[in-house]
């Protein structure tokens, strides 16, 4: 089926209904399957659905009149436990794609261990989203929203055009991500100049990160929430933003790789009884070469993005939408009679 092309013209209200609407129908079209527990890829579809529909409604707050049960609070309660479930999946398949094949002999019974209780943790995980997701709270946090999307209101805001509050909406979260204090993990600070430690120096960097990964972990979060929001108005720039949105990409996946192996540390420290270094050698090994394989993709990145010049490149390109053609100006005039006709209710 071939997708309409954007009205640039659309309304803010309009536009985030379009939104909340497509990610709503993507958590709900993976329930079935989540529940039915036979493969891991639903589960990871309906996280990230309840993701982006929590970053939706946080980003078109000021145009929405949404249920009061429907809040950022009540979808992040069911986002968690869609999340500690799906962690145990991608730890179980990191355990044995990437490293029970390598272990030694004397190693593998430890091993087994390590993975009979990550099965079990795995399964006492999943009850508890089984009566999450069979539980009256998401019952009705999921009829609420469909209530709001057959028949949606508006605040005074949501008539605005999106194209001109766009830098508005975005520049905020740049800016906020900008002076996250993630950015400055593995640096030193002279006469107000920041240097990256020396990728030589790995015992220093590898104390940074023993000190400051939930700082790394909160950065990933962020990046990931406007990632997220920029995705939602891609359409609304050139083909430079479509590039920033995928460094943005970048830098998510490798925080990512980070927090997997801290979650890795975590577990495997409560679950083997002695030093990982003597039960599991190999496992240990691999882990400490994976810290320096991490500095080396992750301060390529870290550099480019402290630079000042890249950074005002970024709030530039974000005040400059494309511009309203005279057919995208008709098209807008037709979606606004249809918008009118199916909202009715505006509310300030």
């Known amino acids: 089926m071939k997708t309409q092309p ?22 709900v079209d993976q329930e079935a399957a989540v529940l039915k527990d036979k493969d891991p890829e639903p589960l990871h579809q309906m996280r990230v659905g309840m993701r982006r529909l929590r970053t939706a409604v946080q980003v078109f707050s000021t145009a929405i009149a949404l249920p009061k049960v429907v809040s950022d609070g009540s979808i992040g309660k069911i986002a968690k436990r869609l999340g500690k479930t799906r962690d145990l999946d991608v730890l179980q398949y990191e355990l044995v794609t990437h490293y029970q094949p390598l272990l030694q002999r004397p190693e593998r019974s430890n091993f087994d261990e390590v993975l009979k209780h990550l099965q079990q943790t795995r399964g006492e995980s999943f009850l508890h989203l089984q009566e999450t ?39 905020p979260l740049i800016c906020q991500l900008f002076l996250h204090p993630g950015w400055l993990v593995g640096t030193t600070i002279q006469a107000g100049k920041v240097t990256l ?88 090994q691999i882990l400490q070469q994976q810290q320096a394989t991490f500095w080396q993709t992750w301060q390529p990145l870290q550099q480019h ?35 009118k006709q199916l909202h009715k209710t505006v509310e300030i």
């Open 305 to 339: 993005y402290l630079c000042s010049d890249v950074r005002q490149s970024l709030r530039s390109l974000l005040t400059t939408p494309r511009q309203l053609t005279p057919a995208s100006s008709q098209t807008g005039k037709r979606a606004a009679k249809t918008a």
């Open 133 to 171: 997701l069979n539980g009256d709270r998401y019952h009705k946090l999921k009829q609420a929203i469909q209530v709001w999307i057959d028949q949606p209101t508006f605040t005074l805001m949501g008539a605005l055009s999106v194209r001109e509050i766009l830098p508005d909406l975005l520049l």
């Open 197 to 284: 430690l020396s990728i030589e120096n790995s015992a220093e960097l590898n104390l940074q990160l023993e000190q400051f990964s939930d700082v790394l972990h909160d950065l990933r979060k962020q990046m990931k929430g406007v990632r997220y929001q920029a995705e939602f108005f891609s359409d609304f720039y050139e083909a430079s933003y479509l590039q920033r949105i995928e460094e943005f990409r970048t830098i998510q996946d490798v925080l990512g790789q980070l927090q997997d192996h801290e979650v890795l540390l975590q577990f495997l420290a409560s679950t083997l009884k002695g030093d990982l270094s003597t039960v599991l050698p190999t496992v240990n």
């Open 6 to 27: 954007l009205d640039l013209s659309i309304k803010l209200g309009d536009y985030g209904y379009q939104i909340i609407r497509e990610n709503f129908q993507r958590f």
